[in-house]
């Protein structure tokens, strides 16, 4: 059973960094196992929204609203993709979910919150 457990959210004044983690569980296969891994975010009120995405063979892909700001990588050893966030703005205050895929099957984790102060 796939099962994905996001963490390092919270309170950040604008211009600080957070580096979000997204583990795999050991029941859910090795992160190599999955097509791509991502980080999506919502906010209030607004539809839920693609951040960054690794696939298997290790290339990746930035929304532009968070280009030269968030960098996803994984680490396979810890079974974990990251999202470093820096230059953070208020308008990047959402919830961050960490989705992966697998034969065209979409798991989502439960999200974790980021606020941004001005």
């Known amino acids: 059973q796939v099962q994905l457990v996001e963490s390092g959210g919270g309170l950040v004044q604008a211009g600080g960094s957070l580096r979000l983690s997204c583990a795999a569980s050991s029941a859910s296969g090795s992160i190599f196992s999955f097509n791509a891994m991502g980080w999506y975010r919502q906010a209030p009120g607004k539809q839920r929204e693609l951040v960054a995405e690794?696939?298997?063979?290790?290339?990746?892909d930035h929304s532009e609203f968070v280009k030269g700001r968030f960098t996803i990588s994984r680490d396979y050893t810890k079974n974990t993709v990251y999202l470093q966030m820096n230059s953070l703005k208020p308008e990047d205050t959402a919830v961050y979910y960490c989705?992966?895929?697998?034969?065209?099957?979409?798991?989502w984790g439960k999200g974790t919150l980021v606020t941004v102060s001005s």
């Open positions: 989705k992966a895929r697998r034969a065209s099957v979409d798991y």
């Open positions: 690794i696939t298997s063979g290790g290339r990746t």
